[in-house]
């Protein structure tokens, strides 16, 4: 699976925390069971591993995407705009925070709304400034931000889910080679 990841904020900053002990960091067994806050309350509940959510560098440049602005508010639109030859690819939208030091929560999985592939044009670049505007690109899906969302950071990982075109489908009418004369493989 190819994987990008697009962050989209309601906070001006955010610390992802992982792979340290929950004892140190974490909300406590008693803050949990009575949160002082909404904030509090959500990093309690159960995250998601970082080999789900987590992408290394830009990710994949097979799928690549962003959020049209950098900030929301719980019920307006975020729309995303993204740029792959892939005919099926799904976004997961995630929520960073404690989570038992899993460092995000999975809250829910879209589906493009745009008709695939989707033909994106050339980003602008200038070489001067090393400005790159990808501006001009259709919006490719959208996420509403539920009503009872929790202030914090939110990113969308794009996941292609299109085969490989060098994988076997079951329904292949290729049939095998006949330099293999022997169809029951007893040598």
Request: some cysteine.
């Amino acid at each position: 699976r190819w994987v990008c990841a697009l962050a989209f904020a309601r906070v001006v900053a955010a610390l992802v925390v992982r792979d340290i002990d929950p004892e140190v960091l974490g909300p406590s067994e008693g803050d949990c069971r009575s949160p002082a806050n909404d904030i509090v309350r959500e990093n309690c509940r159960p995250g998601s591993p970082a080999e789900e959510w987590d992408i290394n560098g830009a990710g994949s440049s097979l799928i690549q995407g962003f959020a049209t602005k950098a900030s929301y508010a719980p019920g307006e639109t975020v729309e995303l705009k993204v740029k792959t030859d892939s005919r099926r690819y799904r976004i997961d939208v995630y929520r960073l925070g404690w989570y038992a030091g899993f460092g995000a929560r999975k809250i829910e999985s879209l589906r493009p709304t745009a008709q695939l592939p989707q033909l994106q044009p050339p980003c602008y670049t200038d070489d001067d400034t090393l400005l790159v505007d990808c501006g001009t690109w259709a919006v490719s899906g959208a996420w509403a931000v539920p009503a009872d969302a929790v202030s914090g950071m939110y990113v969308a990982r794009l996941v292609m889910e299109d085969p490989p075109s060098y994988w076997r489908t079951d329904a292949s009418e290729t049939r095998p080679s006949p330099k293999f004369s022997n169809w029951a493989w007893d040598y």
